[in-house]
Every structure is written in structure tokens, then in C-alpha cells.
């Protein structure tokens, strides 16, 4: 089974030096110092873990970043993708664009590494 690490596109890289010592990413805390019941949680306490999680981008706008780090063009045929319209229904599931693991998680891809995901055309 492969563990899913929590997103790091955007951790700097304090938050990565605590993260990879199993600190809280947030204040530091060492794990030794998290109450009992949430030994196994990433942050130390349920207000850090807001304040940790309210930085961590969604996965539409780790796209938009990575489309726009690509120019606006599909990772694979270079076509340009064209944005969504003001009329498009946003909950409907015929998007433009689709975010992709360059090498799939399950033959050991980074979930959350940038220089695993590509956008590319429908």
C-alpha cells in the first residue's frame, strides 16, 4: 500500500524540515508534546491544523498553477488551453483541462510533487 503524504506543493521549506522530523508543521511542536488522542494527527492541535491546512492551495488552483507554468498550453500535444466560460455550469464535469501524475502514484509518483504533475487537453 502506498502512503499518501499530506499536499506539499506549497509547504516552505520550514514546514518541510518539520514535516520530515514529524513535527507539526505549523509551530514546530515535537510529536512527543501532541496530547494523546492526536498522536497520529499532522498538526499538534486542532487550530493548527486549520491554520496549516487554510494555506494549502485546492487542487484548482494547483492547477491553474501549474497551466500557467505552462504557458496556457497542453502538457502533451502543446495545443493552447482554452479557459472555462462565464456561462459554463461550474459544477457540470466537462472541463477544459485535466491535472495528471506524470508517473501515476501507484508505480511510486510523488502525489503532490511539482515536477510529477502536468496539466493536459481533454
Not at 76 to 93: F, L
Request: charged share 25%; aromatic share 6%.
Amino acid at each position: 500500500m502506498i502512503h499518501r503524504e499530506p499536499r506539499r506543493y506549497s509547504n516552505t521549506p520550514e514546514e518541510i524540515e518539520r514535516l520530515s522530523r514529524r513535527a507539526c508543521p505549523n509551530c514546530g511542536r515535537e510529536r512527543v508534546d501532541f496530547n494523546f488522542w492526536n498522536l497520529y494527527a499532522v498538526c499538534c492541535r486542532p487550530s493548527c491544523t486549520a491554520a496549516y491546512w487554510s494555506r494549502q492551495p485546492t487542487i484548482a488552483e494547483m492547477k491553474q498553477r501549474v497551466l500557467a507554468e505552462q504557458e496556457g498550453n497542453c502538457a502533451q500535444c502543446e495545443k493552447e488551453i482554452p479557459e472555462r466560460s462565464a456561462t459554463q455550469d461550474p459544477g457540470s464535469s466537462h472541463h477544459h483541462c485535466v491535472m495528471d501524475h506524470i508517473r501515476p502514484i501507484a508505480m511510486g509518483g510523488d502525489q503532490w510533487a511539482r515536477d510529477n504533475l502536468q496539466v493536459l487537453c481533454r
